[in-house]
């Protein structure tokens, strides 16, 4: 197992992330925070920034795809394959796309889910791919993407997300794969 450092990222992206992002308390249960980024992503300068520290340490011609989660990652990876030149892949949740898909099921802290891909259209063998999305938690939807580009012959450049929530295992869970965290909520 390789150990990869976290990308260091511009404080002043940190603290625009931060100065932006809407808390609410008890929200979507008692006792829990909710960081809001609709606020950074609405704001041009917000958004810029994210989208840089979201880009930072790959070139252009450095990757090939970005790949952004359902739904916020879309957003985000679209904008970032922008800024790299780039083509930019969808991976969905499970029944959006028609078949035949690639697939992977993975087990969250409330139930299962599964992420897909087109099977075909779209040949990923020895493409070089960066995952965007917009939350680390528990790194269970993350490793899923990662799990399924593997599976198509993809390899995984890095993982870029906006904010990591400590204390829930995410980092330790992705430890395989370079990561790039704007802030901590």
Known sequence: MTE???TAVSPAISSA??????RVEDFPSSGVQFCDLTPVLADPEGFDAVVRGLAAG????SIDYVAGLDARGFLLAGAVAVRLHTGVLAIRKAG???PPVHSRSYELEYGAATLEL???????????????????????????AVGLLDDCGAIVAGLSVVLEVPGL????RLADTSLTCLTVA
């Open 118 to 144: 087109p099977a075909d259209g779209l040949d990923l063998s020895g493409k070089r791919v960066l995952v965007v999305d917009d939350v680390l938690a528990t790194g269970g939807t993350l490793s899923a």
């Open 96 to 98: 959006k796309l028609p």
């Open 58 to 61: 790959h070139e252009v011609g």
């Open 169 to 172: 295992g995410g980092r330790d």
């Open 17 to 22: 992330v931060e100065r932006l992002m809407r």
């Open 4 to 6: 990869f450092p976290l």
